[in-house]
């Protein structure tokens, strides 16, 4: 008995002693992780604040000496109380609560600007000899729905109108008069200005007729020569010019419409509106008892963020101020931090929804779509039913790990896809004609049709010529890189050579994610 107590004794300890061993080399398998995992990190994180810290020099230092503020205490609304953060408490602290536009309302800008400058400053404001079709009302109302719209290489005038079709409809008779869509015709073509104002008013005359809508058009002498802007270590000449006029495009559009109503919303000329959008704003604005800056109806750029039209001044000051330097929505988040406001503020769910696959930039393609759209989910959004075109007979070849039931060849079938996990960077997928091709157009769909999920996040597409073997491709030559995961050779600017054999999908990095090719559509018929 005692030998067997004994025994039993030392077997407890032996499990004692393996347990505590165990748990002391899991708990140095940890610490060892931690090390090597959380260094490069914070490395990372440290660069981030830096850049951060240094941008923010920048704003306060380049910025804000240009813009014509005052620096007294910014009082809250009646009700509300001025948000408060930690970083009251650093030399910062006294901008963050304190930006208010001075009293007389002139701009004092950098001397690119010098004609804005004076153009505003001799009148005090935009006055409505800017209008080119509709009236601005008597009265002031709620909300300004402001939409600055240029002409772009396909498909613009569909746009517009269905944004403004999406927007109509979706404004009740009985507040209507609450509401004013402001259109803002931005393109240095004034001829086409014109003309699409033309067609707006006719398509629209009712709602030209009661308020609803007009349209306005700035005075090309405000602009500075964009030929004289260079590229930056972030961004070509031609991104430059374009975010840099549209910086302008934006602060027009709001000292224009800083007097009409209360509240002031940014949107863009290619949106879907959700119904019953008006009610969720209101409501939304009703429900926040803190002081805010911007609240923001859509995850997506500029789209959808809301101003109080008192502070329409201020922020287009800093927009023109600084408009070579940054992109409007990086300013946005300096502006809103400037002025009191520390963390964005969304509502629950998105109220515009982004349909437009052409940018305005030449030969840019943007397939965002809005994830948090009210409804989203319910049906294929607007922006992914594409043109169809030809299937031309062909095999296909992949070395990535294929998710059983779903092969190559699916990319040519109806409602089903190519699917694949274990994305590595060189990875490919191609398509071998069986006879060369003259595509005058192609269309290459990545991600899951409904949310983009599991797109081609960094990949290039590019084409060969077919050996006699077949599966195999030779003379590889990039064409294009693919935008948000997908391709599109007319939108993107690209002209195919003659004789195509053979597209091979190229992947650029290692994706965490799985990757569905979608969609494959061939044109040879010139006009497509």
Sequence with gaps: MTSGRMKNTRLKCWKKLLCIFVIVWIFNFLITVDVHMSQPLKHLLQIHEAQFAVNETKFLKNIVPYVTLTREERKPEPGKTI???????????????????????????????????????????????????????????????????????????????FTLNSLVSNIENKIASEVAIVIFMADFDMAWNKRTARLLYIDFRSHFDSGLIHIIS????????????????????ARVKWRSKQNIDFAFLMLYSQSINKYFIQLEDDILVAPGFLNDIKSFVLRQNESWICLEFSSLGFIGKMFHSRDLFSISSVLLSNFTSFPCDILLGYIRRYMGQPSPIHSTVSLFQHIGRISSLENKMMPSVDIKFKGFGSKVPLIMILPKGEKPPAKFKTDMEIVPGYPPENIYTNNSYFWAKGIKKRQHFKIIFEKPLNISRLIISTGNIIDKTDKLEFGILKIGANEKERFYCSDLRKVVNFAGGDVDSLIQGIVLPSNINCLHIEVKRTQFKWLIIRDLQVFTDRKH
Excluded: C, M
């Design 83 to 161: 948000h408060n953060s930690i970083e009251n408490d650093n030399a910062y602290a006294s901008f963050f609560n304190s930006w208010q536009k001075q009293e007389n309302n002139t701009l004092a800008l950098p001397s690119p600007l010098s004609a804005f400058q004076q153009y505003y400053n001799k009148y005090g404001n935009i006055d409505d000899s800017v209008i080119l079709y509709g009236h601005r009302r008597n009265s002031s109302g709620y909300l300004t729905l402001a939409i600055p719209t240029v002409k772009r290489p396909f498909n613009n005038y569909f746009y517009l109108n």
């Design 218 to 237: 700035a005075p090309s002498k405000i602009y500075p020569d964009l030929a004289i802007l260079n590229k930056t270590k972030a961004d070509p000449v």
